[in-house]
T-cell receptor
Framework: QKEVEQDPGPLSVPEGAIVSLNCTYS??????FMWYRQYSRKGPELLMYTYSSGNKEDGRFTAQVDKSSKYISLFIRDSQPSDSATYLC?????????FGQGTILTVHP | DGGITQSPKYLFRKEGQNVTLSCEQNLNHDAMYWYRQDPGQGLRLIYYSQIVNDFQKGDIAEGYSVSREKKESFPLTVTSAQKNPTAFYLC????????????FGQGTRLTVV
């Protein structure tokens, strides 16, 4: 079993939809949780960073962490074609950083 | 303008050649990393360094070498021993190894010709 599991998709939604991206993990030592957005042929861009259970909002993006269930989510409201990218979850703690496989998202006009 | 700079953006290597990928950061981060990304696969850790003059192998270190002579710089050499080097290489850094926010450069695409 992988330490971090992420549904690779692909996920295709119409413009304006609410998108939900999810990751589960098995190691309770993870303390920091991140979401990255990666456009084709570019480096991953840090979108959200949190270290506690609960919700964190930044514009159209909301990161949710449930440590008791070992589950994190990223919600994108009013999705735009420019949100089309690969989204990577990442978790760190005890000196280790682990990534999910990434979910490919396409938002079509 | 703070961040991580990788160069070159594109690199072509002939069979049997060693090539070096550059990574420089001005974020004053102690920890630096090299990842490899292949189509349809996640990020795989090649090497990481927690502090100057120290580095550790990651999951796929065979055929690669690194150095960390300066805090700001963490070059990666892809040697001829790496049998399948064509990939997208990403450099990253964080304040401390495996802790907190981790930032990435824009990547180097290496192709064997």
């Amino acid at each position: 079993q992988k330490e971090v599991e992420q549904d690779p998709g692909p996920l295709s939604v119409p413009e304006g939809a609410i998108v939900s991206l999810n990751c589960t993990y098995s190691n309770s030592a993870f303390q920091y949780f991140m979401w990255y957005r990666q456009y084709s042929r570019k480096g991953p861009e840090l979108l959200m960073y949190t270290y506690s259970s609960g919700n964190k909002e930044d514009g159209r993006f909301t990161a949710q962490v449930d440590k008791s269930s070992k589950y994190i989510s990223l919600f994108i409201r009013d999705s735009q074609p420019s949100d089309s990218a690969t989204y990577l979850c990442a978790m760190s703690g005890y000196g280790k950083l682990t990534f999910g496989q990434g979910t490919i998202l396409t938002v079509h006009p | 303008d703070g961040g991580i700079t990788q160069s070159p953006k594109y690199l072509f290597r002939k069979e049997g050649q060693n090539v070096t990928l550059s990574c420089e950061q001005n974020l004053n981060h102690d920890a630096m990393y090299w990842y490899r990304q292949d189509p349809g696969q996640g990020l795989r850790l090649i090497y990481y360094s927690q502090i100057v003059n120290d580095f550790q192998k990651g999951d796929i270190a065979e055929g690669y070498s690194v150095s960390r002579e300066k805090k700001e710089s963490f070059p990666l050499t892809v040697t001829s021993a790496q049998k399948n080097p064509t990939a997208f290489y990403l450099c990253a850094s964080s304040m401390a190894q495996g802790e907190g926010r981790t930032f990435f450069g824009q990547g180097t695409r290496l192709t064997v010709v």
